[in-house]
Nanobody, 123 residues
């Protein structure tokens, strides 16, 4: 079992930055690839970024690459998402997920999820 807890969401003005963090616990959590997803009201959950279990490989949704950066610290069992130049369309609940597979961008390929953290970008 892997438990995931997201934090760091909040209200930010357009153009601002936020750093989300996902704290993972459970046996062998460092062997999991991790992903960030987001879900806006009335929309499906969509892929944002993923990082492999070593932290050496990352992958981003094409529309977000350059503004968002995913990283992990296996010593602390955390995965961060740094978000810059935020736009109103980035408003969503952000979730982190864990999967033993690489590279996966589909929601169905992730085995564990956190409860989500709300990000609201005001224009």
């Amino acid at each position: 079992q892997v438990q995931l807890v997201e934090s760091g969401g909040g209200l930010v003005q357009a153009g601002g930055s936020l750093r989300l963090s996902c704290a993972a616990s459970g046996r062998t959590v460092s062997r999991y690839a991790m992903g960030w997803f987001r879900q806006a009201p009335g929309k499906e959950r969509e892929f944002v970024a993923a990082i492999d279990y070593t932290g050496d490989m990352t992958y981003y949704s094409g529309s977000l690459k350059g503004r968002f950066t995913i990283s992990r610290d296996n010593a602390k069992n955390t995965v961060d998402l740094r978000m810059n130049s935020l736009k109103s369309e980035d408003t969503a609940v952000y979730y982190c997920g864990a999967t033993l597979l690489w590279l996966r961008v589909g929601v169905n390929h992730y085995d564990y999820w956190g409860q989500g953290t709300q990000v609201t970008v005001s224009s």
